[in-house]
């Protein structure tokens, strides 16, 4: 999809743009930086590219977008970036935030998950209890089906999508 060529070509730009949900010029713009990323000229960004981008790296949470991002091709990086663009639509910002909580990926947020992603964020330094009585706290008011874990429409429903998206809005 011309991601290790120099240039794209109209067509792909107007595909990706429509797909992405971005404006043409943004998704020019996220070429050119993903192009500078791309180290190795090999189409794909992997976990040390993808480091060099301030707002990655220094995100306590880098661990888990990684693993989102890791070794994407253009398309799939401007479809991730779409979560953190200004322009980006809220359902995008609510579901890339929903890939970071599900740490294994099953579709659901479970006690491990929120346990993880609290970890990483808080570090070291709250005991263990805090962090179960957080998770259990989480999951009891998230959980309206109380099948104890936290589904897709759970995550929309008990988050605030306008706070999350202002959260998830980084200029690329």
């Known amino acids: 999809m011309g991601a290790n060529t120099s240039s794209l070509l109209s067509e792909e730009i107007d595909e990706i743009s ?3 949900d971005l404006p043409r010029l943004e998704v020019k713009r996220l070429y050119k930086r993903f192009q500078k990323l791309d180290r190795t000229q090999s189409g794909t960004l992997d976990a040390d590219e993808l480091l060099m981008i301030p707002e990655l790296s220094m995100n306590p949470l880098h661990p888990r977008l990684l693993a989102v991002f890791e070794n994407v091709n ?5 479809n991730n970036i779409a979560a953190f663009s200004p322009s980006g639509a809220e359902e995008k910002k609510v579901d890339f935030a929903f890939k970071v909580y599900d ?5 659901f947020i479970s006690k491990h998950d929120l346990d993880t992603v609290i970890r990483m964020l ?3 330094h709250i005991p263990d209890e805090t962090v179960q009585e957080v998770v259990a706290r989480v ?3 998230a959980d309206l089906d109380k099948d104890g874990r936290i589904s897709r ?3 929309t429903s008990a988050v ?3 706070d999350l998206a202002s959260r998830l809005t980084v200029s690329f």
């Open 18 to 20: 429509r797909q992405a």
């Open 74 to 78: 253009f398309h799939e990086f401007v």
């Open 103 to 107: 740490v294994d990926a099953d579709g």
């Open 122 to 124: 808080v570090g070291e």
């Open 139 to 141: 999951v009891e008011a």
């Open 153 to 155: 429409s759970e995550f």
């Open 160 to 162: 605030d999508v306008a």
